[in-house]
């Protein structure tokens, strides 16, 4: 019988037999246990973990190639790409490394600070490029601390190609690849994943295909942990390397590089950079087209999802990696054609989670940055801690300073004219500003005829949770209740509900109605009057610009207002409304009045005017219904308010 | 308008004024917040505060004094006492300190001992009384450090008798109480609160009242906090010795001291041993009556009542003392007519919490304990952080061995004669087993006529909230399923529920569906069959005393059984499963067969030899149904495991 149960037990993944120990104390010293309930193991996995894990599951993933934009433009552009394409559920992208574009620096545009955006402020597990000949070992060095003190946790180690017609092996220098490898191992450890290039048709530079692999597998020996190919036109071509590889002894993963044709010039070029040959059979469809885009790309698309399909069913290929060449269209067509992009993005959290490895257990922030997480991140980037189960718990110090407001990953994505049509040329009294709110919330064009898609407090149109108040938003914008977030009650929807679910499978996920608005004292005055009779049931904050501040939190604590329970889990509190970091908050939110707003305007204009006014006179509220199960009571509180008022 | 604002933030007791601050970042250092939210502000006050808090909300109070007891048994009781008139709501006890019952000792009847049982165990605010003549600074100091060790934080600080007749003050001595509470001062800075004596009629050996008077005043300028007086028969001896120390100026709370007379012989000691006299109009009702402890008793509690409301209505009294003299009858009526017992005790978390300092952030335990907390705290007790929010994130170490069954405040308040009437003078099989567990459920006599009121895992009959399943645990336990601790899931009952609620007004309580019992290794293989069809619904883990371990809880996570939301605060989950630590309490829960059971037989006999083989063979399994907003499934796990066995 107990053997009976002992099968039971190995049967089950999960499963831990501790068959012997007479005592619990060992148990709970247990170093297994993770310090925040685990909602998306793959927050507590390393990149070669996390393929490990796919590969045993019989998942099959992608991954995506991109290069460093040339202007600040371009880098606002890639980072939303990085967004829209983050959503379709890349095990990790990677970035490029351009010796000629100062790729290790503080510019918007380097590899260095790309690879930090995307790991940081989009949530993307990331491979930094990086390439060796050519440079000192100090410079090396550094590259990889500064990595490291970003966050980045893994590394693509490239020779690069090496400046001038005669290269000349430098006496130890950095050589090869498999130099830089050695260097990352003995400077740091286990701390990088390291990726190296395998070259499906033998390095360009080789003596032969034969040498190349021995090289191949000098470079895995000295420590890196899988193989990226350089693009290939076969599939023979890759499996036949796959298995020479696996021949000489080569056992880590070795994930083929992808190259959906997209252009013609594009393919040239490539072809002319990797030394590769075009297969015929490709050349003889693509010269007679080669004047049409979308033919060409269409061909493109077809070819590279019959190769894909060809390595997968191969049971020798788990996960595909993607030159995207910074484009869109293709590679995601691709994707889904292969089913290999999530349609369901499964939320682990209600809010886009960091990668930076600090942050892995951070699952608690206050509602206010909800529409600007990566103005949160980057004013929580000099933590060391991170709220973990329980906000009021946390010692976090100080939020940073926002001192400006054009951080590149901060930037509005609309120039200043689009702007202006949007938010008013000329504003005219405090009603015309209301105008622009309801304008927003509803979606309908504004009195010139454009719709209004952004705000200085939401970068994007109306989130579809907040379109279930769509209604009620319109009525109270309209009477000079700006609201600036807001989210509806919810007492205990399925984890998995396509609008307010987050969490893993088989939960129930429940909010508390939350309302932040700016409105004028004369509002704020009959408000709290209104409020008196609501007592407990609604908590508020209200602080104007020059923080004075007024609220009934009890003992200054957070309020909880979203939270999941899940089977087997502790419970996860991912929002809080707290009323010491609204203070840091309002800072910003005042601020974007002018910084985003009024500064569109002349100075002494009457349309600045009216901003600053606003500015400087208007409050900054957030209400709280505790009574998560009864019907939202805050549209009651506001029309109580303006009941008053009359 | 902003005076106007302004004007309602400062009415609020609990807003906050920032004004003029530009930015946030002092805020969120601000030490003003608690790392637990506050569910119970009396955990995290001292003595003096919550005196001085109740003293300026208008509420009264009452305190109870206890002496400490002869035997070990009279200990039990005592404990068993604390635990009936701690439900009442006392702002604190105190323990009086006999010199000749070695009261630093570590003795189970030890001043110290019942002191740190009060603190730690029973949860109750407790005052520690230490006298000082005729003991060395040394004794005293180690007495001092001992009770601080042990969680004690309230010091009556006591000359004491001295001993022999001709007492001589000694140079450099404690011969005084002044000079203890000096001591303390100097030696423990701010860390006890001390409470001193104060007598309505003067010390009977001081020379004069007024000289009295200017020794409490001493005592009170060296650093005592409160006062709290000799026993006194008439409410305006206390009114006028209360107005005499003000007029000197003492300042500090002033503490009647009230003495029901429960008996004549009683009250003739006490009035011997404090030199007091009883007035003539109460020795005239008392003389006549004196063998008759009824009417004595009766016209005790009628005399104490009139005198309390006296005194309380004069408003110069917020908290009346007790003389228990270990008696509760007396003492809860004279409460009770007053209003001053707590009819509703509102319980700050589902467990009973302990008062010690270290403790004051702990609301997180497993499930485990709920039946027998006084073992959690005892095998606790050596670590040095509580888990507070979650289990998971705790750093707590290893559980305490439990090596001594019989520690006095975790001994069975049943002798061995009424443990064999209720569990059966002789065991004939393992059904006979099962009819002990059942008996215990439904509360019907066994087949000898006895009431099982307690079992080795549940000294006290079944819980109000545990008698919502009882139909179905009895038809479990009559096939061999032998609950030991279970709970009903509960969807969002209000925080006030009589039988579920916790934590303060406002809120909801939730629950997961809990059942935890032995049964045989049959039983076990066709459960985890069925186990199967439930999936992640049902989380179990399923272990034998020898440690072998079946469970599907995900990665090792402890699981949220008990939750509840409240206005403005974070979530409080005080009660988990948690498989780490199920492994220290399997080896408890297996050990108290043997230990409270088996060892009531002879060895090698046949009732010894089943509950031994019980011991060996069966397992201990715990099941969550982790939907609680549908209806329970574990039943129909059981019966689904009854079905596929039949």
């Known amino acids: 019988m107990v053997n009976e149960t002992q099968h039971a037990c190995s049967a089950s993944s999960s499963s831990r037999s501790d068959g012997g120990s007479s005592s619990g104390s060992e148990s709970s010293k247990d170093n297994s246990r993770c310090s925040t309930p685990v909602l998306d193991s793959d927050r507590h996995e390393r990149l070669r973990e996390k393929m490990r894990r796919r590969q045993d599951a ?5 991954s995506l190639e991109f ?60 491979i930094l490029h990086m390439t060796c000949c050519n ?22 180690a490239l020779r690069g190609d090496p400046s001038g017609e005669e290269w000349e092996e ?58 990226i190919t350089q693009l290939f036109f076969r599939p023979e071509t890759f499996l036949k390397f796959m298995k020479d590889c696996q021949a000489i002894g080569i056992t880590c993963p070795i994930i083929p590089g992808i190259f959906p044709i997209q252009g013609y010039h594009s393919l040239r070029q490539l072809v002319k950079l990797s030394k590769l040959e075009v297969p015929q059979e490709i050349k003889d469809v693509i010269e007679p087209i080669k004047d049409n885009d979308a033919a060409i790309r269409s061909y493109g698309v077809e070819l590279a999802v019959s190769m894909c399909r060809e ?19 293709a590679t995601t067509e691709v994707l889904k054609r292969l ?9 682990p959290l209600p809010w886009a989670v960091s990668a930076h490895p600090k942050r892995r257990v951070e699952d608690v922030r206050p509602i206010f940055w909800a529409s600007r997480p990566k103005s949160y991140i980057y004013r929580t980037q000099e933590w060391d801690d991170f709220p973990n189960g329980r906000w009021g718990n946390s010692s976090s110090p100080a939020f940073g300073e926002l001192k400006d407001y054009y951080l590149f990953y901060l930037k509005s994505k609309s120039p200043r004219e689009e702007l202006l049509k949007m938010w008013g040329e000329e504003l005219t009294s405090e009603e015309s500003v209301f105008e622009v709110f309801t304008c927003y919330i509803t979606g309908e064009p504004n009195r010139n005829g454009y719709k209004v898609t952004c705000m200085p407090w939401n970068d994007d149109p109306l989130a579809t949770e907040t379109n279930l108040l769509k209604d009620e938003l319109e009525r109270v914008n309209r009477r000079g209740i700006l609201t600036i977030n807001s989210q509806p009650n919810i007492n205990g929807k399925p984890s998995t509900d396509p609008i307010v679910g987050w969490g893993p499978s088989g939960g129930y996920v429940f909010q508390k109605a939350y309302l932040e608005f700016f409105t004028s004292s004369e509002i704020v005055t009959a408000l ?16 104007n610009v020059k923080g004075q501040n007024i609220t009934n939190a009890p003992d200054l604590q957070p309020n909880a207002v979203t939270w999941g329970i899940f089977p087997g889990r502790e419970i996860i509190q991912p929002t809080v409304v707290d009323p010491v970091s609204f203070l840091s908050w309002k800072d910003e939110a005042f601020a974007l009045w002018i910084e985003q707003w009024a500064k569109l305007y002349e100075e002494e204009s009457p349309s600045r005017m009216i901003i600053q006014y606003i500015h400087d006179n208007y409050y900054l509220v957030n209400l709280v219904d505790n009574d998560f199960p009864l019907e939202n009571c805050l549209w009651q509180v506001v029309e109580d308010t303006f009941e008053l008022l009359n």
Chains 1, 2 share one sequence.
């Open 135 to 156: 440079q000192t070992k100090d410079d090396i060095t550094g590259h990889l601390q500064k990595a490291k003190r970003l966050g980045l946790k893994n590394i693509m």
């Open 67 to 126: 290069f460093p934009p040339r202007t600040a433009n371009a880098a606002v552009n890639l980072i939303s790409r990085f967004d829209r394409m983050g959503a379709g559920g890349p095990l990790f992208i990677d970035v490029t490394w351009h010796p000629a574009g100062d790729p290790g620096s503080d510019k918007e545009t380097s590899s260095m600070i790309i690879a930090n955006t995307a790991v940081n402020y989009c949530g993307l597990e990331t």
């Open 528 to 543: 709290l009057k209104v409020l008196r009779k609501y007592e407990l049931r609604v908590n508020y904050h209200i602080v």
């Open 170 to 227: 430098e006496v130890d220098g950095f050589n090869y690849a498999v130099d830089l490898v050695k260097h990352i191992r003995n400077e740091f450890d286990d701390y990088f994943d390291i990726c190296v290039a395998g070259y499906p048709k033998g390095h360009p530079e080789a003596e032969s295909y034969e040498t190349d692999l021995r090289h191949l597998k000098e470079k895995v020996f000295a420590g890196a942990d899988f193989i």
């Open 311 to 329: 390595l997968l069913d191969s049971g020798m290929v788990h996960g595909l990696h993607f030159y995207t060449l910074n484009r869109e269209v």
């Open 339 to 347: 089913g290999l992009w999530r349609e369901d993005p499964r939320r």
């Open 58 to 62: 019989g998942d099959r993933w992608f």
